[in-house]
Structure formats: C-alpha cells, structure tokens
C-alpha cells in the first residue's frame, strides 16, 4: 500500500466565471499565490487553466509560457498543464499546449457528455498527444472519465508504448454530469481496471461537485491519490461556498493524515514520474 498521498490541486479550470466565483485564480499573480498557499499546505502537483485579460479561458501560449515560468519560479511544485482546455477549444491549440514544456500535461482518454456539452478527444487526437508528449518528455497525467477510458488507454499504451518518465498515473473524473458517477462502486470498477495496466500504476480521484467527499475516502481507501480545487468543487458543505483553493487543499491533507498517509512531497512526486529535478 502507498505510504503518502499526491495532493494534486486543480484551481481554476475553464468552466466556471469569475464573476460568478471571485475567489477563482485568474491572473498569473492570482495562481503565484495559490500555487505557493497551496504547496505549503501540502500540495505536489498543480493542473492549471488559465485565463485571458477578461478571465475567459484561453490556450493563448505566450501566456502558457509564462504561467509555467512564474510557477516554476515561486514554487517547486510539478507544473501540469491542462491540454483539454475548454470543450470549445480546437485540436491545434490543445496539442500547442505543449509548447510552453510544462512537466506534465493531461491526456483525456475519449469523448465524453459534460453537461449540456462534447467534450470530443477523437483517437487519432489522442495518439497524436501521446506520442508528441513522449518526444518532448512531459509526463502525462490520463484523464479518466468513464470505465472505458480505462481500455482505450491499455490499448494506447501497448501500441505506442509507455509515456515520458516510463511510469503510468491516471486521475479519474468523477460526477461529471455525462461521465461515471463519483461513487465507491465506480471507483473501485476503475481501480480494478487499473490493474489491467503496466505494474506500478497509480491513479488519483477527484470528484465533482457533492461527490467530492466520498471519493476522496474511496480513494485514499483503496490506495489511490487525490485531486482537489474549485475545478471541480465550489460548494465546500451543504449551503456553503468554497473560499479558496486552499480550504480544499487543507482537507484533503486533514483526511491523507488520518488515513496515515501524509502529503507526498514535490521532489517525491517527481521522482515517481521520472521528472528531472
Ligand atoms: N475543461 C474540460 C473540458 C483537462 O483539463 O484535461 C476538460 C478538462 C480536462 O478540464
Ligand atoms: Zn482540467
């Protein structure tokens, strides 16, 4: 069994505005500060979105280059940036995403219903993203949002190999209206799945909206990682708003520590995914 858990906190996102939740970290000070909160608490990976001038979200890789840089520069954290932006977003930029050459970059493994909209990850897209990561050396993080997913990616991998830093972490997606459920029963179908993957896989959980708590407990029970943030949770308990990124980081570290199974550290986190210090 792990003996430390990843605490992977995903800030921002590109579904919810900032108007309507203005503790969301939008500009690149805003995220320097969260990163830096949230690392302190106990984070090791940060999943990031990032906004234009009006808070919108964009791929806009000038400002992805310099997100990487401020990050890189304030915290030690492993930078992950998202490659699946928003469902509008067209293949071109999410595969340019790479470019700023962050740590890590997620790779969705199919399409999925997300809400009332298609968030479209075609086969030939995501060979074309795993295959650019593995020549750049950015470790992806799978994003896994129904069981299915979970056979796409065994088929991924015995086709085109192992990803850059040869070790495998999946992060399942959990209540997304049109994906699985945020249940124990899911997770654990998905964490039986995982073992159809290459020895030494791992794989963190996040679960959207109210689904956040028994995820995280199935998860931290089952062995798994966490991923946290108002990505995917603004509601902290019933009829209550999340203040901040790190009221969320801060509890997920409060159950890893009564699981007994602390924070990984940064430089643990990278060395389990075979990224150079
Ligand atoms: N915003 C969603 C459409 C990812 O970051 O790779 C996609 C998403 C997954 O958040
Ligand atoms: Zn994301």
Redesign the pocket.
């Known amino acids: 069994m792990t003996t430390t858990t990843l605490i992977t906190v995903a800030p921002t996102?590109?579904?919810s505005s900032k108007a309507d939740v203005p503790a969301l970290p939008v500009t690149i000070d805003e995220l320097v500060v969260t990163a830096k909160e949230c690392e302190a608490l106990g984070a090791a990976v940060i999943?990031v979105?990032i906004r234009d001038d009006e808070a919108r979200p964009t791929l806009d890789i000038g400002r992805l280059r310099a997100t990487v840089a401020a990050l890189r520069e304030s915290t030690d954290l492993v930078v992950q940036l998202?490659?699946?932006?928003?469902?509008t977003d067209p293949e071109a930029a999410r595969l340019a995403v790479l470019d700023a050459a962050p740590d890590m970059a997620?790779?969705?493994m199919g399409t999925v219903n997300?809400g009332d909209d298609v968030?479209l990850n075609r086969w030939e897209f995501i060979v074309d993203l795993h295959t650019r990561m593995q020549e750049r050396g950015v470790v992806p993080e799978y994003?896994i949002f129904d069981l299915g997913h979970l056979t796409a990616l065994q088929r991924l991998l015995g086709k085109y190999g192992l990803p850059a830093g040869g070790h495998v972490h999946v992060d399942f997606?959990m209540g997304v209206p049109g994906g699985m459920p945020g249940t124990t029963e899911a997770l654990v179908a998905c964490r039986q799945a995982v073992r159809d993957l290459p020895e030494g896989t791992t794989f963190s959980a996040t679960g959207v909206g109210r689904t956040t708590i028994p995820v995280m407990l199935a998860a931290l029970s089952t062995g798994g990682h966490l991923r946290v943030g108002m990505?995917d949770t603004l509601t902290y308990a019933k009829g209550r708003p999340v203040d901040s990124n790190m009221q969320l980081v801060a509890r997920a570290v409060g159950f890893a520590r009564l699981a007994e199974r602390p924070p990984m550290t940064a430089a643990a986190a990278r060395e389990l995914f075979g990224i150079p210090a």
């Open positions: 996102g590109a579904e999943h979105h998202s490659s699946g932006g928003a469902v997620s790779c969705t997300f968030f994003e997606v990505e």
